[in-house]
């Protein structure tokens, strides 16, 4: 085995475990975020906060676990976009759940272009096209999210259902990764 392809067996690996980690956490987090988040209350903000400063730190960690594969410099623009909104919808709250919404919106659409640029500049790694079809399916739902947050009434418990499909795209990604992992070939 050669040095790049040890190289991209020990990022696949890497990715598999983060991507496996970020579906457990999405699940966990979408089924108290939607007992939570009747009404934006203590448990909802923090549940709010905590999702882009978790999307934030798996950034980091992507970022770490891929410098030999030569980590696309996406990731920065994600790490940044992560922590605006975390802060923005700390502030956001206080106006109300429509501007929570139209904050989670405008990240989603942002982190969603994001993903899909780095997805498909890992494409020859294997295991890329639930993150391509998941950074799709992000930047289409943001859109969505902003329309709902037009609405004085809107709700932000949809948000639940975002992190399941979202997770649902890590955990296949992940076993798709699973034969790159391995060092085998696709």
Do not use: C, H
Not at 95 to 115: D, F, M, P, Y
Not at 118 to 132: D, E, F, H, K, Y
């Amino acid at each position: 085995m050669t040095t790049i392809e040890q190289s991209s067996t020990a990022t696949a690996s890497a990715l598999r475990k983060l991507y496996f980690t970020r579906f457990a956490f999405a699940i966990v987090w979408a089924a108290i975020f939607a007992v939570a988040a009747s009404t934006l209350n203590p448990l909802s903000i923090a549940l709010l906060v905590l999702y882009p400063v978790v999307d934030l730190v798996a950034a980091v960690v992507d970022f770490r676990t891929s410098e030999t594969a030569k980590p696309t410099p996406a990731l920065f623009v994600n790490m940044a976009l992560s922590l605006l909104a975390a802060i923005g919808l700390g502030i956001a709250v206080a106006s109300g759940s429509s501007a929570a919404l139209i904050v989670w919106g405008a990240w989603a659409i942002t982190t969603g272009l994001v993903q899909l640029i780095v997805a498909t500049t890992r494409r020859a790694l294997g295991g890329q096209w639930p993150m391509i079809i998941s950074g799709a399916i992000s930047t289409l739902a943001g859109i969505a999210f902003i329309a709902m947050g037009t609405n004085p009434e809107a709700s932000i418990t949809g948000l639940a259902g975002y992190a399941v499909l979202g997770g649902v795209f890590f955990l296949i990604s992940a076993l798709r990764l699973g034969r790159a992992a391995k060092g085998q070939t696709r």
